[in-house]
C-alpha cells in the first residue's frame, strides 16, 4: 500500500498569513494527488485534483504542486473560511489512500 | 445539481448487519465508478470500496474485505454496502463518494453529506 505522509499535523496561522501543508507518498504516485478540504461536521470538499489542479469554484488563493512523492497544498493569504482541516490523497493505485490530515488553527 | 444522499446508518450491536443505501441524482450515475470512504469519529479518512460502472471491477480496502459487499442499481441510480459482522472499530460516518476519471489523475469529486453507523452492545 502506499502511504501518505502529511507535515505538519497542526499548524496554528492568521488571517492573511501564507501557509503551506506538504505532502509525501511511500512511492511515486506522478500526479495523481489530490487535496481535500473538511469542516467539522461536514463531507470533504475536493481543493485540488492531479496535484495542481484548481477545482471550479475554489478561490485561487488555494495552489498546490509537485509529483512523483513530494507535494505541496498552499493557501496565499489565509481567510476565515480557510480554518479547516486538510487531506492529501493518492488515486495512483489502490488502495486509495489519505494522508492523517492537517489542521489548520487560528 | 449533482447530489449524494446516504441513508441506511445507525447503531447495531458487535456481529451485526447493516446496509447502506446512496441515492444518486443529477448526473449519469451509470457512467461514473463510485466509492465509499468512512471516518471513524475524531478521526481521518478511510477509502473503504470502490465499484465500476458495470459492476464488473470491485475493490476492497483489507480492514472491510470479506465482510462488506458493495453493488450498484444503475436503473435505481443507488450504490449500496451491506455490511456483515460488523465490529466496533467499523464505527463512522460513511461517505458516498463519485469520482471522476481523468487523464492527469482521478479525483473524487462529489461527496454525500454520510450516515453515522455506530457498532456498539
Known amino acids: 500500500d502506499i502511504q501518505m505522509t502529511q507535515s505538519p499535523s497542526s499548524l496554528s496561522a492568521s488571517v492573511g498569513d501564507r501557509v503551506t501543508i506538504t505532502c509525501r507518498a511511500s512511492?511515486?504516485?506522478?500526479?495523481?494527488l489530490n487535496w481535500y478540504q473538511q469542516n467539522p461536521g461536514k463531507a470533504p470538499k475536493l481543493l485540488i485534483y492531479?496535484?495542481?489542479s484548481l477545482q471550479s469554484g475554489v478561490p485561487s488563493r488555494f495552489s498546490g504542486s509537485g509529483s512523483g512523492t513530494d507535494f505541496t497544498l498552499t493557501i496565499s493569504s489565509l481567510q476565515p473560511a480557510d480554518f479547516a482541516t486538510y487531506y492529501c490523497?493518492?488515486?495512483?493505485?489502490?488502495?486509495?489512500?489519505f494522508g492523517q490530515g492537517t489542521k489548520l488553527e487560528i | 445539481d449533482v447530489q449524494l444522499v446516504e441513508s441506511g446508518g445507525g447503531l447495531v450491536k458487535p456481529g451485526g448487519s447493516l446496509r447502506l443505501s446512496c441515492a444518486a441524482s443529477?448526473?449519469?450515475?451509470?457512467?461514473?465508478?463510485m466509492n465509499w470512504v468512512r471516518q471513524a469519529p475524531g478521526k481521518g479518512l478511510e477509502w473503504v470500496a470502490s465499484?465500476?460502472?458495470?459492476?464488473?471491477?470491485?475493490k476492497y480496502a483489507d480492514s472491510v474485505k470479506g465482510r462488506f459487499t458493495v453493488s450498484r442499481d444503475n436503473a435505481k441510480n443507488s450504490l449500496y454496502l451491506q455490511m456483515n459482522s460488523l465490529r466496533a472499530e467499523d464505527t463512522a460516518v460513511y461517505f458516498c463518494?463519485?469520482?471522476?476519471?481523468?487523464?492527469?489523475?482521478?479525483?473524487?469529486?462529489?461527496w454525500g453529506q454520510g450516515s453515522l453507523v455506530t457498532v456498539s452492545s
Open positions: 512511492q511515486s504516485i506522478t500526479t495523481y
Open positions: 492531479a496535484a495542481s
Open positions: 490523497q493518492q488515486t495512483y493505485s489502490f488502495p486509495y489512500t
Open positions: 463518494v463519485r469520482i471522476y476519471t481523468s487523464a492527469p489523475g482521478d479525483y473524487f469529486d462529489y
Open positions: 465499484i465500476s460502472t458495470s459492476s464488473i471491477s470491485i
Open positions: 443529477g448526473f449519469a450515475f451509470s457512467v461514473y465508478t
